[in-house]
Structures are given as C-alpha cells and as structure tokens.
C-alpha cells in the first residue's frame, strides 16, 4: 500500500501548476481572451482533481492478499475453524471451479468453513471465502453453495471492500507516512476497518451487483441460476420470526427487490445453466442448519456482544438509502465483535429470544475453538475430474 508524502505533493502540485501557466500563456498567444480564459479554467479544474487524487492509497494484489489475511485471522479467531478436510476440499473445489472463470483466476484463492451454527459467509479482500457451517445445514445442493461463494467472490474480484475504505475515507495518512508494513499502525487501522465492513456488509448497489455478476458467473460454468433465488427464498422463512434482519445478507437490499431483479435477469440475459448436483452435495456436506432460537450465542459481557441493533422494529429505518452503505449494527462494534480468545472467555448461553430483541443472532453466534485454517492442495486434474463429474464447464 504506497502513498506519497506531502512533499511530494507540493512538489507535484507546483510543476503541474507551472504547466498550467505556460500552456495558458501559449494558448493566450494563439486564441481569443475569452478561449484562453476557457482553456485555462479547463486546465485549473485537471489541476485541481489532481491535487484530490495526488496522494490517494494504492494497493497492490500483494498488499491486498496481505490484507486480507489478516482480517482472515480476525474471522477465524471469532468463528473457529472446521477440522474437516473432505468438507473443506468439496467447498474448495466448487470454490476454484468458480473463481478460474472470473477476471482474477490467478489470486490465491482460499475457502474455509467457519464452525458456528450461524448461517452466514464473508469476503475478505485477496480472495479469502469464508462459510458457515449453519450456512452449508441450510443449503440444499451444490448449486446454491455456487451461488453464495459467487456473491462472495464477486465482493473480491470487485474489490469492494478496497473500494468502500477509499469513497469513505476511512484511513488518513500521515505527513511522514510514506509506506505501509504490515506491522504499522496504517496497516492496522487499514485491518480494522476492512474487517468491520467484511462482517457488517456492504452498500446496496454493492451487494446487487455480486447479487447479478454472482449469478452470471455460476450459469457460466453450469451451476443453475435459479438457486440463488431458492436459497434466499428459504432464508427469508428461516428469518420470519425476527425483528430484524439476520446473517447472511442481512445488509443486502430488500429480499423481495432482490428476487424480482435476479428473475427479471435470468430471463433477459436468457441464463438456462441446469446443474444442481443434490447428490453430490448430500455426499459430502451433512450438517442441519440449527433454529435461530437454538443457536448458542455470545453470552453478553462475555465477548463485549450486547445483542441490540436499536430500531429493531423499523424495517424502512434499518433499510440502507440507495448507492449508500449500510447503517452500522449498534451493539456491535468491530473490538467487541471479534474479542473472544480461544475460549470466549466465558461460557456462551443458548438464547431463544436474542433475535426477537433485535439482535443478529447469526453474527454472534458462538464459534468452534480451533481457529487453524485446513490446507487444501487442488491439483489442476483434480478440478478438472471434478468439473468432469458434474458436467461443469
């Protein structure tokens, strides 16, 4: 991540300015005073989008992955890790089968099963998937995993998270802060910042965009579109009983919005891709999604988790403003979120009124005690027989 001192700045900002004088003095030489005048108000407003931008952080796919590593860590030491390497290979290879026929194959790509019973997924920048375990229980084929890491990865491919801390203007730099190491206080609050908007989720037009190039991309390599639409439609009766929105996409767009856009695309864009492959999913994924008032949460306290978002029972409130991020949950911030050590501290309680309260019973759920990432090496053969034996492209 490079940025450009003030001095530079300055030195810029004078040599364009000196530019700018002599072009407008030649132009003046050759043209009207009025068509000088025009030229150099032109010029001034380059000038002046430039000195805007001079300076702007810059991160490149090796800083991003290190990012994105790091705010991995966070999600990990919260939600622990499945110990399952046939559960995270199967995840993994409908995972790459995806992102090789995205605009960038060539990321490290790394899916992990996160072991908590909330129903839930998350992009990290530099291509870190995470997925619940509640979330494969409440997934019924292989063509809605498909559909839900697509959305994920579009998030990455999209750089979304990258983009959010720009347009927001989250991170200052410093007069003598020139670059970035993974050990500076930039890059910490660069971690922060990324993992708050990883875990409480993106803008609308954010998410109807992975919603759209996320169902584009699973037809493409034969995953059926519709399933998407399935997932969520069960989603929505799995959230029936609460106030607020819970877990997965609970930051997206209102659902109805969002199925009529994804039918309204599927028809126009003619996308009739039919695998779902049940069977194969069945083979390898076993676990049933656990009833939000089952799910064993943070006790408040233990982890800093108040469980309220305040306004709970306002769904146009809760609802975020066109092109506009997301509200940010009250009750969860980023250092209480992601406090728990590898013992929670304290025990979690099983509550069956948390998302009643008003609170995203999904997100805090509790997590599984092992934090270590399960290595899965996938050989080019390995993808193709795998493509092979689902009639995937």
Do not use: C
Not at 226 to 238: I, N, Q, V, Y
Not at 302 to 311: D, I, Q, S, V, Y
Not at 331 to 357: M, W
């Amino acid at each position: 991540m490079r940025t450009h001192g003030r001095s530079g700045q300055h030195a810029g900002s004078g040599a364009f300015a000196l530019v700018v004088a002599m072009l407008a003095i030649l132009f003046a030489s050759t043209a009207t005073l009025a068509e000088a005048k025009q030229i150099g108000g032109r010029l001034g407003g380059i000038l002046k989008k430039a000195q805007e931008v001079h300076g702007e952080l810059t991160i490149t796919d090796a800083e991003e992955q290190d990012l994105g590593a790091a705010v991995s860590q966070r999600i990990r030491d919260r939600y622990g890790v499945v110990q399952d390497p046939a559960v995270t290979r199967y995840v993994s290879l409908v995972g790459t089968v995806l992102a090789q026929a995205t605009s960038r194959p060539n990321l490290a790509w790394k899916f992990i099963v996160l072991d908590t019973d909330g129903v839930n997924a998350f992009a990290a920048p530099g291509g870190y998937i995470h997925v619940t375990r509640g979330a494969l229980g409440l997934i019924a084929n292989e063509a809605e995993l498909a559909d839900v890491l697509a959305h994920e990865i579009i998030h990455v491919t999209e750089k979304h998270t990258i983009a959010a801390i720009k347009k927001g203007k989250m991170v200052q730099m410093g007069a003598n802060q020139s670059s970035v190491t993974r050990d500076s206080v930039i890059f910490r609050q660069l971690v922060d910042k990324s993992t708050e908007i990883v875990l409480l989720g993106f803008g609308r037009a954010e998410e109807l965009e992975a919603d759209q190039k996320g169902v584009r991309l699973a037809n493409s390599v034969g995953y059926s579109p519709s399933a998407l639409g399935e997932f969520l439609t069960r989603l929505t009766e799995r959230n029936k009983g609460s106030s607020t929105k819970q877990g997965l996409f609970a930051s997206h767009p209102q659902m109805q919005e969002r199925l009529d856009k994804l039918s309204k695309q599927i028809a126009g864009e003619r996308l009739a891709s039919t695998a779902t492959l049940q069977d194969r999913y069945r083979k390898f994924i076993s676990y049933t999604a656990t009833p939000q008032a089952a799910i064993a949460t943070v006790e408040a306290g233990a982890a800093g988790l108040t469980g309220g978002t305040g306004k709970s029972g306002d769904a146009k409130k809760d609802e975020p403003k066109k092109d506009e991020p997301p509200p940010k949950k009250k009750g969860f911030g980023l250092g209480s979120l992601l406090a728990p050590g590898p013992s929670e501290k304290r025990s979690a309680e099983v509550t069956g009124s948390a998302a009643a309260r008003g609170a995203d019973t999904e997100l805090g759920a509790k997590g599984g005690p092992v934090k270590t990432i399960v290595v899965v090496n996938l050989t080019p053969a390995d993808i193709e027989a795998f493509k092979k034996e689902g009639n995937l492209r």
